[in-house]
């Protein structure tokens, strides 16, 4: 009998434990293990999860590591949670190239599960408001499919999971001293203002981010009318202020700043020249907690609730050096990404709605070919 493939050995085998873990990579890579010893073959699994992207590779492949050895399991382990992850996912992702960027289709949390560990710098987002804005029939609603869409009703409690979940894999793709910087605002609530944003700081904590600043983004014009009732019932009691602000919340993933892996401390003096800020109008609006910044108009992007690029583009300048990775897990119409774009990043954007991410590859497709032209 002509001796099995590794591959073959996996599938025939009673107890996995006993196929050799240099099959076990071989399997992976799809090539023979001749002359390479287990330490080579995880490196060259681990670059070629992260490179190869269309390799297949079915999650039954995966085995049950124990007792290979403390050692070899590591190895091996390290190796194939990556591709555990990207493989689990792998069938649902879309990923557009564009620019120095990718924008990738699926929701986020199962995209991050194929990022390793302490991998981006910086992220910036602003979550949905889960049950304000129906994303999906938003979309039907552009395309003519429907005329009204409706909210969902889902609980508080299964929001607060919802990104609790997304929050803490975030926090495992950052590297320490990184940031993750969230724009966020109460929200209504079965006929209630939920206290969302303050809400959200302890949940972040209990993850581990630490609570860096407080920012408020202030509208220079209020898109709803609550001010209005006390012009019609000028009584105590009827006060309603119009609102002009969201939050931009800063968080940091803790590390040591004599860490080496320290994101911030150990940049070259050329880097830091390189990268040295703009300051000739950092004295007025900048330099405050308070950042007036004039919303998107409905008519200038096809998202329900984007935020502007300035918010974005500060962001992005005040916490990451050219060349670093910024992400955007809930990337929407991709504001996240056209500014890193336009600041020499590295970028990730992510959304679960295909209509916006073809939306902003679009746009920062434009915005590099414009770039191209004028060079
Ligand atoms: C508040 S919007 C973000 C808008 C974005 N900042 C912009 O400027 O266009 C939130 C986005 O999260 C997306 N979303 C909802 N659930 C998601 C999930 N599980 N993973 C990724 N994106 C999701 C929605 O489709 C929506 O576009």
């Not at 302890?202 to 006390?230: N, P, Q, T, Y």
């Not at 320290?262 to 609006?285: I, P, T």
């Not at 670093?324 to 990404?337: K, L, P, R, Y």
Request: aromatic share 12%; proline share 5%; glycine share 6%.
């Amino acid at each position: 009998m002509s001796e099995l493939k590794p591959r073959e050995k996996l599938l025939e085998s009673k107890d996995p434990k006993t196929v050799p873990t240099e099959d076990l990579l071989a399997i992976i890579l799809g090539h023979g293990t001749k002359g390479k010893n287990v330490f080579d073959l995880t490196k060259e699994v681990i670059h070629f999860l992260r490179e190869n992207m269309d390799k297949d590779i079915s999650v039954a492949d995966l085995v049950n590591f124990e007792g290979i050895g403390e050692a070899k399991a590591l190895q091996i382990i390290s190796a194939l949670e990556i591709g555990k992850r990207f493989y689990k996912q792998k069938s649902k992702m879309q990923v557009r190239k564009i620019g120095s960027g990718r924008l990738i289709v699926g929701d986020c949390l199962d995209v991050m599960q194929t990022v390793p560990d302490n991998e981006i710098i910086l992220a910036f987002t602003s979550p949905p408001y889960h049950n304000a804005i129906n994303y999906e029939d938003q979309i039907k609603k552009l395309d003519g499919e429907i005329r009204y869409w409706e909210r969902k009703e889902i609980s508080y409690e299964y929001y607060k999971n919802f990104l609790t979940d997304r929050f803490k894999e975030l926090y495992r793709i950052i590297k320490p001293g990184g940031h993750n910087v969230v724009n966020i605002s109460p929200i209504a609530w079965k006929g209630k203002r939920m206290a969302l944003p303050f809400h959200f700081v302890s949940w972040m904590e209990s993850i581990g981010w630490v609570f860096k600043e407080d920012i408020v983004w202030e509208k220079e014009i209020a898109r709803d009318r609550r001010s209005g009732v006390l012009m019609q019932h000028p009584y105590p009691g009827y006060y309603y202020p119009s609102l002009v602000a969201e939050y931009v919340f800063v968080f940091q993933k803790q590390g040591e700043k004599e860490n080496q892996n320290n994101v911030y401390y150990f940049r070259s003096r050329e880097e830091k020249e390189k990268n040295k800020l703009d300051l000739s109008d950092y004295q007025g609006d900048k330099s405050k907690n308070i950042w007036k910044i004039r919303p998107v108009a409905p008519q200038e992007n096809i998202h329900p609730c984007p935020f502007p690029l300035e918010l974005a583009k500060r962001t992005i300048e005040f916490y990451s050096y050219k060349n670093d990775t910024v992400i955007d897990i809930f990337a929407g119409s991709g504001q996240t990404n056209l500014a890193a774009e336009m600041l020499g990043r590295k970028h990730i954007g992510i959304d679960t709605q295909e209509t916006y991410i073809n939306y902003a590859v679009e746009r920062i497709k434009k915005w590099v070919d414009h770039k191209n032209n004028t060079a």
